[in-house]
């Protein structure tokens, strides 16, 4: 198996553009020695294997000039070659490659002892920093002209050491308040990858405590684009836990008007913004705004088509991930989950080329979707495939995605009536679930059928079942607390193909062109 080490020298080995494997190539040329041999033998071997091929003793016996022993220093002395190569493969579009760049600039100039010339470069950096938002950047400059003028007798400009101390208070509020409302953000998010949304009164008074004690007082009016971006976003999370979809929506489409009133940070920073278009599109899915979907997700794949979406490597794995969990809820929208099944094997190919880059929360998202697709098509077979990946994972994430796998796996075998194993899993997903404590009123409906269920019954029976199921667990639609199970899985859906002796699929059309006012 690969160690840690192995793991993150493959992962930037395959990272790779074709064009900075071309220029380590020429890098490692302009070098000499049998340590860059080796490198090369090693890095050629990396980027030839797929990465679940990978094993250590087979790539011994492929590069037989490298010892076991030596194994361990020549990984590590490729990973610093690579990125010695990337440094200087600089991207000039990037302000804080920039920045950097001539902050160095700046440093050698001031070792130099041409003092005027280093704050000719910090005057002219400085604004390119407070232009573009880059506030740790502008901390550094600024600290960096008062080193010099501390020590030195520059004469640049009058009255320049209090202009820097006011520079530095500013800053250093901004950097506060910037810190707090990313700490927020990220902790409430950090919140809903674990447990996902709030479960029951407790979980909803503890998540309220913890924004309210948290959430700086400020004016909107005086924050910067930073701080701005933070608050929405911990508002976003906040919301979304709680599941007040309404105000979940009008602070994730601040966060992409906020995009909007500063284009310049689309390139800067280009995963917040595609971060805000998965939260905007997630809003719009929830509260049903259909149309307003429809176009926000044409605009979407307008701009993964755009430059500023293909410019490494790490945005096109979140392209990847944002545009195909949109495309999958758009197929729950219209009710087409066969169509969607189509998109099944480009995701499963970009699953295992973007493997090492994915975390599993996403990989999680995307097997229940898919699941979900082959379940809402009658393909209950692959239904369970897929909640089994879930299932079977060794990783605590998301235990109320773990919980309505397992439930959704109860009614596929259900579906397929499988009933000499129905009994024993009701009680063991009952279990999980009350262990989990992931069961509300709506589940233990669910369960009471189920177990009702077991026992024969006439089709006309198991059709009132049906009708009374679906009229007890109705006046649940709408109760965040009491229906979380319906932004899982569309039970009330489910009920209605089983009354009608319809595919779910067709119950979901159905809804969408009655919403849209396209039904005849």
Not at 362 to 388: E, M, T
Request: proline residues 1%; contains cysteine.
């Amino acid at each position: 198996m690969p160690n840690r080490l192995t793991d993150e020298l493959l992962q930037l080995v395959k990272s790779l553009e074709k064009s900075e494997k071309r220029n380590f190539r020429l890098y490692l040329k302009r070098l000499s020695g049998s340590e860059e041999m080796k490198s090369v033998q090693l890095f050629e071997y990396l980027d030839k294997v797929e990465s679940e091929d990978y094993d250590e003793e087979n790539m011994l016996k492929k590069i037989p000039g490298i010892k076991k022993q030596q194994l361990s220093n020549i990984k590590a002395h490729l990973y610093k070659q690579l990125l010695a190569s990337l440094r200087m493969v600089l991207d000039d579009d990037n302000v804080e490659m920039y920045l950097d760049e001539q902050l160095v600039n700046a440093n050698i100039l001031y070792n130099k002892g041409l003092y005027l010339q280093s704050l000719r470069i910090l005057d002219r950096i400085k604004v390119i920093a407070k232009n573009n938002f880059q506030t740790t950047y502008w901390l550094q400059i600024v600290i960096f002209e008062k080193k010099i003028e501390a020590l030195h007798i520059t004469r640049s400009i009058d009255s320049r050491a209090e202009m820097l101390s006011k520079e530095i208070e500013e800053i250093n509020a901004r950097l506060s308040t910037q810190g707090k409302l990313s700490n927020l953000s990220l902790q409430l998010y950090g919140w809903y990858i674990k447990m996902g949304h709030a479960r029951d009164e407790k979980d909803v008074m503890a998540v309220k405590l913890f924004f309210e004690t948290n959430i700086p007082k400020l004016n909107l009016g005086e924050l910067s684009f930073y701080e701005k971006m933070y608050y929405y976003q911990s508002h976003c999370w906040y919301y979304f836990i709680l599941q007040d979809f309404r105000l979940y929506f009008r602070n994730a489409q601040k966060w992409l008007d906020l995009f909007d009133d500063h284009s310049q940070m689309k390139a800067i920073e280009t995963s917040q913004y595609i971060k805000s278009y998965h939260n905007l599109l997630n809003a719009h899915f929830e509260t049903s705004n259909f149309e307003r979907y429809d176009q926000l997700l044409e605009r979407f794949q307008e701009f993964a088509d755009t430059d500023i979406a293909n410019t490494n490597y790490n945005i096109r794995v979140q392209i990847f991930t944002y545009l195909n969990i949109a495309r999958l809820n758009q197929h729950f929208i219209h009710g087409t989950f066969s169509e969607g099944l189509l998109l099944v094997p480009k995701i499963e190919e970009g699953l295992k080329m973007y493997n090492l880059h994915l975390d599993r929360h996403r990989v999680l998202v995307f097997y229940y979707k898919i699941a979900c697709l082959y379940f809402g098509s009658g393909d209950n077979d692959n239904c369970i495939n897929y909640l089994n990946k879930i299932i079977h994972i060794k990783y605590n994430l998301r235990t109320d995605l773990q919980c309505y796998a397992r439930l959704l796996h109860l009614i596929a075998h259900y579906e397929l009536g499988n009933w000499d194993i129905l009994d024993s899993l009701t009680k063991s997903v009952y279990r999980y679930m009350a262990k989990m404590k992931n069961l509300t009123i709506v589940e233990e409906e669910i369960f009471n059928f189920l177990r009702n269920s077991l026992k024969q019954k006439s089709d006309k029976q198991m059709t009132n079942a049906f009708i009374r199921l679906k009229n007890k667990l109705a006046k649940y639609d709408g109760n965040p607390l009491e229906a979380r199970s319906f932004m899982y899985l569309d039970i009330i859906g489910w009920l209605e193909s089983k009354i009608r002796n319809i595919p779910v699929q067709d119950v979901i059309r159905e809804k969408y062109e009655s919403k849209l006012g396209l039904s005849s």
